[in-house]
């Protein structure tokens, strides 16, 4: 049973090391840990290196889970003193 650093880095983040069956494709472990997420919201890293769905995981591994945006969160610009300036804005949707 391959042992893999799994950092998740949605909301107050995390890592820790966990054992994973063998023949474990990144798509089946995103399922197992992300089970309300969706991968195409995800920048999904193995070794810091974005990978196809279908890689299976191997000893050692650093599996990484990244949102693209931040849940209830929007952005919006804002003008302060003539400088464009990015602010998060909750959405209270």
Sequence with gaps: MPKC?????DGSGFADYVHVADGTT????FSERVPH????????RVNRQP???DQVLQEGDRV???PYVAHSIMW???RVLGMLR????LDTT
Excluded: E, H, M, W
């Design 51 to 53: 990978v196809a769905p």
């Design 37 to 44: 997420g969706k991968p195409q919201d995800y920048l999904i």
């Design 26 to 29: 990144v798509q089946q472990f």
């Design 86 to 89: 990015v602010c998060a804005v």
């Design 64 to 66: 990484s889970f990244t």
């Design 5 to 9: 650093l799994f950092i998740n880095n």
């Design 76 to 78: 919006r610009p804002t």
